[in-house]
C-alpha cells in the first residue's frame, strides 16, 4: 500500500492505493489539475480511483471534488447531515473553540473567499453506519466522526492509518503542534469520536492540514 499526498490549495488529498485507490478530500476550488499531476507523479490512471472521500462540507474541502469527480469517474461519499448543509445555508467555518481558533476564524470569516464553489455531485450518501472500502480494493472503511461539523467523517484503515479531515490539525498558522482541531461545532463530540478512533486502531493521523503524525499526540490531548 502507498499513501500519495496532493497538495490542493491549503488542504491535502490523501490518495491511498492498494488493490484499488481512494482518495480523500475534494480541496479548495480550482485545483484539478494540480489532482492530476500529483496522480501522474504517482504513476495512477485517473480512471482507477474509485471513490473520494469528502471528509466535510466546508470550502476547503469540497472545492474541486465535483472536477475531480468528471475526471476521474470516481463515485463521492458524503456524510447525509453535510449534504444538508451544502444547499442554501452553506457554512464556511466551524467556531473557534480555542483563542488562537477563535481568532483566526474572526480574520477567516472576514475574507472568506468569495469564490462560487461548485456543489459537489455525491453518489453515496452515508448514515452513521460504516462504510467498508473493500469493494474499492483499500483495506479500511469510512467511519463516522463527528465534532469538527456534524456530519464529519473519516477514513481508518486496518493498519492503523487515520485521515481525519478536519478532526485533527498540525499545520501553521492554525497549530503550532499536532492536536485537536482550534474549529469545532462540539469539541465534546471532537474527544467522543477521537476515543472511538483510538479504540478502534487509529495509530497515524493524517489531518487535511499537515503532515502526519502519531495518535500519542492526540491521547495526550484527551487525557
Ligand atoms: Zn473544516
Ligand atoms: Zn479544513
Known amino acids: ?16 492505493r492498494a488493490d484499488g485507490v ?6 479548495a476550488p480550482g485545483k484539478v489539475q494540480n489532482f492530476l499531476r500529483g496522480l501522474k ?9 474509485g471513490l473520494i472521500v469528502i471528509t466535510h462540507g466546508h ?18 461519499v458524503m456524510h447525509r447531515r453535510e449534504i444538508d448543509g451544502l444547499q442554501g ?3 464556511p467555518l466551524s467556531p473557534g473553540v480555542t483563542i488562537r481558533g477563535r481568532i483566526i476564524s474572526g480574520i477567516l470569516r472576514r475574507y472568506m473567499p468569495r469564490v462560487k464553489i461548485p456543489e459537489p455531485v455525491v453518489d453515496i450518501t452515508l448514515g452513521d453506519e460504516d462504510l467498508h472500502l473493500s469493494d474499492f480494493g483499500v483495506p479500511g472503511k469510512v ?10 467523517i473519516s477514513v481508518l484503515l486496518e493498519t492503523g492509518e487515520a485521515f481525519v479531515g478536519d478532526l485533527a ?21 471532537v474527544k467522543k469520536s477521537w476515543r472511538r478512533l483510538l479504540a478502534q486502531g487509529a495509530k497515524m ?19
Do not use: Q
Open 1 to 16: 500500500m502507498k499513501i500519495i499526498p496532493i497538495p490542493l490549495g491549503y488542504t491535502t488529498c490523501w490518495v491511498i
Open 22 to 27: 481512494v482518495a480523500v478530500e475534494g480541496g
Open 41 to 49: 507523479g504517482a504513476s495512477i490512471t485517473p480512471g482507477d480511483v
Open 59 to 76: 470550502w476547503d474541502h469540497i472545492g474541486s471534488a465535483r472536477e475531480i469527480r468528471e475526471v476521474t469517474g470516481a463515485r463521492v
Open 89 to 91: 445555508s452553506f457554512t
Open 143 to 152: 467511519v463516522y466522526t463527528p465534532g469538527h461539523s456534524p456530519g464529519s
Open 169 to 189: 490539525m498540525n499545520r501553521f498558522p492554525l497549530t503550532l503542534k499536532p492536536g485537536l482541531p482550534i474549529f469545532a461545532e462540539d469539541i465534546e463530540e
Open 205 to 223: 493521523v493524517y489531518p487535511a492540514h499537515g503532515r502526519p503524525f502519531s495518535a500519542e499526540a492526540i491521547g495526550n490531548a484527551l487525557s
